[in-house]
């Protein structure tokens, strides 16, 4: 039953054995999988059914970027739009981009402190595949063998086999549902969809929407005794649960504990939550590869550019293997290719005739001679695009330029001073908004040079082209200049085995709260370089199992 909170005024307290905080991705697969168990769940979301910008303001807070304020740099971090109020949460406009994370996200090791997760891969491989179903993923491929899947080489650029073998990990990473059959039309799945569709199941549980869980209320710290629930008017009311599962999103969670119980906030003993915030260190702009050749440019873009693989896409990208990050001290860093038209190839030229002839634009054609002749000398390979623009899912394949832009994402090294907190300032809820404060180390800035590095002796060698890199590089690194974060904030609420680690224990259960859980990327004591959601999804999976088991 999805009830709006306002209707609720004349009723009393909401009571529940679980209440659910947020019906994001983590919220919605909770709800899902815990609604046909003996449990009478209530689902609390702050927006409404859809998403509206008056609930958009509650997110509103303050950037710090290595502890300054920049105002010139918010932009680095969109903390308004990079969550969204409102069934589905985020998942209203993310990209639906999906992969596991590595086997070396959850190991220690000892050039990154503080990393090392209290699973493992393994544990977590199960609950992967059980999320394929709410991701709508037809695979469960992620290494090389993808490229056997889609009819390409491994090593398709020739590159050295010694260092393929050590460097390079083809990825599949980016699977996004299809909505026809043509890449190019594709939508990324709205968990809102699994709320929406929920009222055939057991009619006790409730989905309430306008309710923002505003803090919890211990009397010992150690048990919460009730939730302060508001509506965005005003109505207010209390939850009593027996358990309570913070899935409210990484900035989100870490607002809510802080806002709640007695002193410094709750579940926050070792003065940990909002700590160890881990963003996603990105850029298109530092490095560029120009390639030996138009044909080698072209080459690379085409295999490293959407494929379909049963209903979803895949879009292939580099990355380090295990051995190679060992040795080098690298960040788990993943690459990705974007490649530039090449306007004056006769398949571009061509392109454009076509599409000013259906379109009946005769002003706009201007074809000088040559132009005119390098269509007709190169009639058989255009019309074979033509024709593959209408049978091959992929469309037409564009000559690109011999420059190359290079995409880098990395994971963050985990560190303390890296922090959600407080700020003075109440939003209209009464709750105080938060400051983020991102900070990174050294060895976050000084990664992508390492990376540029073995880009450059790679495709060196291997006559691919030469990697470039900006003058002003370390310069910009240190200001944030287009170098900035993305919609996936982890880290605040980290998950340890000891209590002196981390805010919640392997079975996401808080350390110091005995009624408290959190499912969220908050809980990833290190983020990987991979989107965070399908593991949020397994997590959730995962943790509802746990529920029900115990
Ligand atoms: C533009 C963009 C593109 C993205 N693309 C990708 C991608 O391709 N792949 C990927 O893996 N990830 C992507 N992400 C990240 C992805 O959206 C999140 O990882 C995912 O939505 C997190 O799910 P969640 O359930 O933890 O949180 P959310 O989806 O953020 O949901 C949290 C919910 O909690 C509610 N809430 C917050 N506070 C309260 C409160 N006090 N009381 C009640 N309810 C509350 C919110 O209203 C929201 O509905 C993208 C993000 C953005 C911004």
């Given at each position: 039953m999805?009830?709006?909170?306002?209707?609720?005024?004349?009723?009393?307290?909401?009571?529940?054995?679980?209440?659910?905080?947020?019906?994001?991705?983590a919220?919605?697969?909770?709800?899902?999988?815990?609604t046909d168990?003996?449990?009478?769940?209530?689902?609390?979301?702050?927006?409404?059914?859809?998403?509206?910008?008056?609930?958009?303001?509650?997110?509103?807070g303050?950037?710090?970027?290595?502890?300054?304020n920049n105002?010139?740099?918010?932009?680095v971090?969109?903390?308004?739009?990079?969550?969204?109020?409102?069934?589905?949460?985020t998942?209203?406009?993310?990209?639906?981009?999906?992969?596991?994370?590595?086997?070396?996200?959850?190991?220690?090791?000892?050039?990154?402190?503080?990393?090392?997760?209290?699973?493992?891969?393994?544990?977590?491989?199960?609950?992967?595949?059980?999320?394929?179903?709410?991701f709508?993923?037809?695979?469960?491929?992620?290494?090389?063998?993808?490229?056997?899947?889609?009819?390409?080489?491994?090593?398709?650029?020739?590159?050295?086999?010694?260092?393929?073998?050590?460097l390079?990990?083809?990825?599949?990473?980016?699977?996004?549902?299809?909505?026809?059959?043509?890449?190019?039309?594709?939508?990324?799945?709205n968990?809102?969809?699994?709320?929406?569709?929920?009222?055939?199941?057991?009619?006790?549980?409730?989905?309430?929407y306008?309710?923002?869980?505003?803090?919890?209320?211990?009397?010992?710290?150690?048990?919460?005794?009730?939730?302060?629930v508001?509506?965005?008017?005003?109505?207010e009311?209390?939850i009593?649960?027996?358990?309570?599962?913070?899935?409210?999103?990484?900035?989100?969670?870490?607002?809510?504990l802080?806002n709640?119980?007695?002193?410094?906030?709750?579940?926050?003993?070792n003065?940990?939550?909002?700590?160890?915030?881990?963003?996603?260190p990105?850029?298109?702009?530092?490095?560029?590869?120009?390639?030996?050749?138009?044909e080698?440019?072209?080459?690379?873009?085409w295999?490293?550019?959407?494929?379909?693989?049963?209903?979803?896409q895949?879009?292939?990208?580099?990355g380090?293997?295990?051995?190679?990050?060992?040795?080098?001290?690298?960040?788990?860093?993943?690459?990705?290719?974007?490649?530039?038209?090449?306007?004056?190839?006769?398949?571009?030229?061509?392109?454009?005739?076509?599409?000013?002839?259906?379109?009946?634009?005769?002003?706009?054609?201007?074809?000088?001679?040559?132009?005119f002749?390098?269509?007709?000398?190169?009639?058989?390979?255009?019309?074979?695009?033509?024709?593959r623009?209408?049978?091959?899912?992929?469309?037409?394949k564009?000559p690109?330029?011999?420059?190359?832009?290079?995409?880098?994402?990395?994971?963050?090294?985990?560190n303390?001073?890296?922090?959600?907190?407080?700020?003075?300032?109440?939003?209209?809820?009464?709750m105080?908004?938060?400051?983020?404060?991102?900070?990174?180390?050294?060895?976050?800035?000084?990664?992508?040079?390492?990376?540029?590095?073995?880009?450059?002796s790679?495709?060196?060698?291997?006559?691919?082209?030469?990697i470039?890199?900006?003058?002003n590089?370390?310069?910009?690194?240190?200001?944030?200049?287009?170098?900035?974060?993305?919609?996936?904030?982890?880290?605040?609420?980290?998950?340890s085995?000891?209590?002196?680690?981390?805010?919640?224990?392997?079975?996401?259960?808080?350390?110091?709260?005995?009624?408290?859980?959190?499912?969220?990327?908050?809980v990833?004591?290190?983020?990987s370089?991979t989107?965070?959601?399908?593991?949020?999804?397994?997590?959730?999976?995962?943790?509802a199992?746990?529920?029900?088991?115990?």
């Amino acid at each position: 039953m999805i009830i709006d909170f306002k209707k609720l005024q004349n009723t009393q307290n909401i009571k529940c054995d679980i209440c659910i905080v947020g019906a994001g991705a983590a919220g919605s697969i909770l709800f899902d999988k815990l609604t046909d168990s003996k449990f009478n769940v209530v689902l609390l979301e702050s927006g409404l059914v859809d998403v509206e910008d008056d609930y958009q303001e509650l997110n509103k807070g303050e950037i710090l970027l290595q502890g300054q304020n920049n105002k010139n740099k918010n932009e680095v971090i969109d903390y308004v739009n990079f969550r969204l109020r409102g069934l589905g949460g985020t998942t209203n406009h993310w990209g639906g981009g999906c992969s596991p994370f590595h086997e070396i996200d959850f190991l220690k090791r000892d050039w990154i402190k503080k990393s090392g997760w209290p699973i493992k891969l393994n544990d977590l491989n199960p609950y992967y595949k059980k999320a394929n179903m709410y991701f709508e993923l037809s695979t469960d491929v992620w290494d090389e063998k993808i490229w056997n899947d889609i009819g390409l080489q491994s090593n398709l650029l020739n590159l050295n086999e010694d260092k393929v073998k050590t460097l390079l990990r083809y990825r599949s990473g980016f699977l996004k549902k299809s909505i026809s059959k043509a890449i190019r039309d594709w939508s990324a799945v709205n968990f809102k969809k699994y709320l929406l569709s929920s009222k055939s199941k057991n009619s006790e549980n409730r989905i309430i929407y306008d309710a923002t869980l505003t803090k919890l209320i211990s009397e010992n710290n150690k048990f919460i005794d009730y939730g302060v629930v508001k509506s965005l008017n005003g109505i207010e009311k209390k939850i009593f649960a027996k358990k309570f599962i913070l899935c409210s999103g990484g900035y989100e969670v870490a607002r809510i504990l802080l806002n709640s119980g007695k002193n410094n906030g709750l579940a926050n003993d070792n003065d940990l939550v909002g700590r160890y915030y881990l963003g996603h260190p990105n850029t298109t702009d530092f490095m560029k590869l120009i390639c030996n050749t138009k044909e080698i440019a072209s080459k690379l873009i085409w295999n490293f550019g959407w494929h379909k693989i049963g209903e979803n896409q895949s879009m292939p990208h580099l990355g380090f293997k295990k051995k190679f990050q060992e040795e080098h001290y690298l960040l788990n860093t993943g690459i990705w290719f974007g490649g530039h038209e090449d306007k004056n190839h006769p398949i571009y030229i061509a392109k454009q005739l076509r599409r000013d002839l259906l379109n009946k634009n005769f002003k706009n054609i201007n074809l000088s001679t040559k132009e005119f002749l390098s269509i007709l000398k190169n009639i058989d390979e255009i019309l074979l695009n033509i024709k593959r623009g209408y049978t091959n899912p992929r469309g037409v394949k564009n000559p690109v330029k011999e420059e190359v832009d290079i995409f880098y994402m990395a994971e963050q090294v985990p560190n303390k001073d890296s922090r959600i907190y407080l700020s003075k300032e109440k939003d209209m809820l009464g709750m105080n908004k938060i400051v983020l404060d991102w900070h990174l180390t050294e060895m976050d800035r000084e990664n992508p040079l390492k990376i540029a590095k073995h880009l450059a002796s790679t495709f060196g060698e291997a006559n691919v082209g030469k990697i470039v890199l900006d003058d002003n590089l370390q310069e910009k690194i240190n200001n944030f200049e287009n170098f900035g974060d993305t919609g996936h904030p982890s880290g605040t609420t980290r998950m340890s085995d000891s209590k002196d680690d981390g805010v919640v224990n392997k079975n996401l259960k808080s350390h110091f709260v005995d009624n408290l859980y959190v499912c969220s990327s908050s809980v990833f004591p290190t983020s990987s370089y991979t989107s965070p959601t399908y593991s949020i999804g397994a997590l959730a999976i995962r943790l509802a199992e746990h529920l029900i088991e115990i």
